[in-house]
């Protein structure tokens, strides 16, 4: 691996590290909290493509469960990787390289209706796929209603999360067209 694939996947995982320092916006008749983070699969995947996407989602994870603060509201440690939203951050591994692949397949004539339906399916549907049946499980609510308690009001904000990395993706795309899966560029 190259020292650029080694600077960007760190420096994504860092991206994600910001996107939790924003405070989250809790609906307080769910008690879940909405945050930024959960468009960092959707970038990541998107700009640096499956492989070092994942790894740079693994790193991420990595640095929290050795207990950094780095989740939305200053949560890390193994703690957040078994209660029963985990499974929307085990969505976040799984996302990152859907996204990525789909991002690398697509590289070449990326615009912003299919980088837009990208993020829906891999940073959306991908993540409530892993965490809805996760949330189901460990609360003992039946799948319809732990859809409705855990996602259904998130959807309209994780749209908006899908259009801006689909913004930014594109906007990546159109100033380096020649570079597949964004920066990763397998040049050194």
Known sequence: MATRDIV???????????????PPLMIPALGIPI??????????GGILGARRGLLSMLLFLLLVAVGL??????????????GPWSGFIYGWVAATLVVGFAA???????????????????????????GVPWYSAMSG????????GSAAAFIPGDLIKAGVG?????ALRKSY???PAGLASRRS
């Open 8 to 22: 960007y996947i760190a420096l994504f995982a860092a991206l994600m590290a910001v996107l939790g320092a924003f």
């Open 177 to 179: 067209p020649a570079v």
């Open 35 to 44: 945050t930024a983070q959960s468009m960092g699969p959707m970038l990541i």
């Open 69 to 82: 603060p780095l989740l939305s509201g200053g949560r890390g440690g193994l703690g957040v990787f078994v």
């Open 166 to 170: 689909a913004a930014v993706v594109v």
């Open 104 to 130: 690398e397949r697509l590289w070449p004539r990326l615009n912003f209706v299919t980088a837009f339906l990208t993020m829906v399916a891999g940073g959306i549907g991908v993540v409530y796929a892993v």
């Open 141 to 148: 609510m039946d799948l319809g209603a732990a859809f409705i």
